[in-house]
């Protein structure tokens, strides 16, 4: 019901593809393992995936916030994990191409082309969460270098990512207006990184601590300028908001599938379920939610579109990542429900989108943070 361009619908249909074929017998590996499997990024290089947001000269796809959004949403829609870990790649980037200078894109650009570079965003701390104006990670300048001590927690991509953007305070006692942000290179002197975590959800992702203890990062190194740090992510949030909404939808679609295509085959007192009324009720509240979801979330993903984006747009992001996850976690719920006890065996995948559902309402802002977002603009009107 969506017009895309023929190279939206291309990319699209290209990953969907991918991700049945390819992806998804390797997610499912790394979700039982609990670890990131490496051999996704070979895949993700490989088919153009990681240099999507670059210029075509360079090999990229020069592709817009929509034609990520669905890249996302197809890889999500076989795992969670990867669709997780690949959005945050794909947010680091967005940063690159919105607030660096020609030089730093030139590097940077050149390191996911060529060496296919991976990304990380390390901006929560264990004391800054929501309230990420809060965070005490220090970054003091010396020289030509700065120096960053602190700690980052809970970050996707830390054991496998080549490149962090990192948000330090470079002016105490100035909460927003005192933070900055920085391009850091995984083997900067100072840079440490800590346990794997053990999660409960998107298993198959990594997730760990950076610990950086006097970390000698480049003053060149510095986006855009001093306390220009969190104006930059806030800016930036609204496209990765997009993005775990995408998340989202794909883990709510391949549940769904997942459903319709049990609800066919199962039988019960002599009938497919797919024949009961309380069977098919769920499946087209399911379908009629998911429907809504990718109508806001492409609606949305359009009007954003590819250049840096103002305070406008803060609302309508808010609203699609936090119905999208919340579809995401009442879809993937009612999945189980129709394969009944077998939804919770781990031989079927809706246990792993019911579990990897939850997440989407946490990250990248609570759902709590952006239902604040949306009714203070609505108060405001
Ligand atoms: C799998 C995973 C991957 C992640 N990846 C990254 C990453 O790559 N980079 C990164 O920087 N971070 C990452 N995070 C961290 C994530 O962004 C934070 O968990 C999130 O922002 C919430 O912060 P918190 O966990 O400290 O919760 P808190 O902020 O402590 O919130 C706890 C509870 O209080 C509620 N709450 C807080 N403030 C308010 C308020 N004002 N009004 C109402 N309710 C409120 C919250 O909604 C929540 O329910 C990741 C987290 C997970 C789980």
Redesign the pocket.
């Known amino acids: 019901m969506i017009r895309f361009s023929d190279e939206q619908i291309m990319v699209r249909d290209m990953v969907s593809k991918l991700a049945k074929e390819k992806v998804r017998p390797i997610a499912i590996e790394a979700d039982r393992k609990h670890d990131f499997n490496p051999e996704l990024l070979k895949i993700l290089h490989e088919n153009g995936l990681l240099g999507l947001l670059l210029p075509i000269e360079l090999g990229g796809g020069n592709a817009d916030l929509t034609t990520c959004c669905l890249t996302v949403e197809e890889l999500s829609s076989v795992d969670g994990s990867v669709g997780?870990s690949y959005a945050?790649h794909t947010t680091g980037l967005f940063f690159v191409v919105d607030w660096t200078t020609d030089t730093q894109k030139k590097e940077y650009y050149e390191k996911v082309s060529r060496d296919g570079a991976y990304f990380?965003?390390?901006?929560?701390e264990p004391n800054?969460?929501?309230?990420?104006a809060s965070i005490k990670t220090r970054a003091v300048r010396s020289g030509d270098q700065y120096l960053i001590s602190g700690n980052?927690?809970?970050?996707?991509?830390a054991g496998v990512a080549d490149v962090f953007m990192v948000f330090a305070v470079t002016g105490p006692g100035e909460r927003d207006k005192g933070i900055s942000a920085f391009i850091v290179d995984r083997d900067v002197p100072g840079l440490s990184f800590g346990k794997e975590e053990e999660?409960m959800?998107?298993a198959g992702?990594s997730?760990r601590e950076l610990i950086f203890d006097n970390a000698e990062v480049p003053a060149k190194n510095l986006l855009h300028a001093e306390g220009k740090g969190f104006e930059i992510v806030m800016s930036e949030f609204m496209k990765s908001r997009m993005l775990v909404a995408s998340m989202a939808l794909g883990i709510a679609r391949g549940a769904f599938e997942e459903a319709v295509r049990y609800a066919k085959e199962r039988t019960q007192f002599g009938k497919s379920i797919s024949e009961f009324q309380g069977v098919q009720f769920m499946i087209a509240d399911m379908a009629m939610n998911i429907e809504l979801t990718r109508r806001m979330i492409y609606t949305t993903s359009e009007y954003i579109g590819h250049e840096r984006v103002g305070k406008e747009v803060a609302p309508y992001a808010a609203m699609s990542k936090c119905f999208a996850s919340d579809m995401a976690m009442k879809v993937t719920t009612d999945a189980v429900q129709i394969l009944g006890g077998y939804g919770i065996m781990k031989e079927y995948p809706v246990e792993r989108m019911m579990r990897d559902a939850k997440?989407t309402q946490?990250?990248?802002?609570?759902?709590?943070?952006q239902r604040?977002i949306i009714a203070r603009d609505a108060l405001r009107r």
């Open positions: 997780i945050t990380g965003v390390a901006l929560t800054a969460g929501s309230d990420a980052k927690v809970m970050i996707t991509n999660k959800a998107m992702s997730t997440v946490i990250i990248e802002g609570t759902n709590q943070v604040i």
